[in-house]
């Protein structure tokens, strides 16, 4: 039977451990060249890393990265799902770190995989925001060995 | 957990302020999200519009009615990416 024309390819993972994007990219394109019936010729890929300052602007210790186990995961799943079927998209990555982070780890990495780069970039871009926005993670920024919970996002 | 309770769980700054992260409580028929936070002193009559609630892993509205074992959860301001 061929494949179902809105099947996609979704592939998220919360990460407790530093990792490498490049890798988990080229992991994932090469699951792509056997997962998909055919070649995706557009991908948009993004890399989010640690500022080295907290939002105020003092030199950043560390940052530490709440969640919430089981809805994190599904929530993530769930809306790149929505947002691939959306933009008619073939394959979504997610990789998201929790725990402590040092200044300038990789934190987030969003990559899509469409047959042009329309889809894939306003893709990548919306499956980003809302990430910011409706995934539960909970952001503390360390200075000087005290904690502060950060209240909201980073401007667009 | 039995069947007629439920599960109450905090997050992040809501969690430190509150000194718990999970508490057990028994279900009462027509009980909300809104209803529990005012049980367990959470803090005024209802919480901060900035909290955000979640019934089972989804969200949902203060006034939805729980059932018998479900896990509600208060969120803080969400800030992740």
Not at chain 1, 120 to 144: D, G, I, M, S, Y
């Amino acid at each position: 039977m061929s494949p179902h024309p809105l099947a996609v390819l979704l592939d998220v993972e919360l990460l407790v451990a530093p990792f490498d994007p490049l890798t988990s990219l080229a992991a994932w394109q090469a699951r792509l060249m056997v997962g998909l019936p055919s070649i995706a010729a557009a991908e948009a890929h993004f890399i989010g890393r640690v500022r080295p300052v907290t939002s105020d602007g003092s030199p950043l210790e560390a940052l530490e990265l709440e969640h919430y186990p089981g809805m994190t995961e599904g929530r993530i799943a769930a809306f790149s799902l929505a947002l691939a079927h959306q933009h008619g998209v073939a394959a979504v990555l997610v990789r998201h770190r929790v725990g402590r982070l040092k200044p300038g780890e990789p934190i987030v990495v969003v990559a899509v995989a469409a047959d042009r780069r329309g889809p894939a970039l306003r893709c990548c871009q919306e499956l980003l925001e809302t990430l910011k926005h409706e995934a539960p993670f909970w952001k503390r920024e360390w200075v000087n060995g005290c904690g502060h919970w950060v209240a909201g996002n980073t401007p667009l | 957990m039995t069947s007629g309770e439920l599960r109450v769980r905090l997050f992040a700054g809501l969690r430190e302020e509150a000194g718990w992260q999970e508490r057990s409580l028994v279900h009462q028929s027509g009980m909300t999200a809104a209803a529990v936070w005012k049980l367990l002193n959470l803090g005024g009559t209802a919480p901060p519009a900035t909290v955000r609630v979640a019934i089972n892993h989804e969200f949902a509205a203060l006034d939805t009615p729980l059932a018998n074992g479900d896990e509600v959860a208060f969120l803080p301001p969400i800030s992740g990416g």
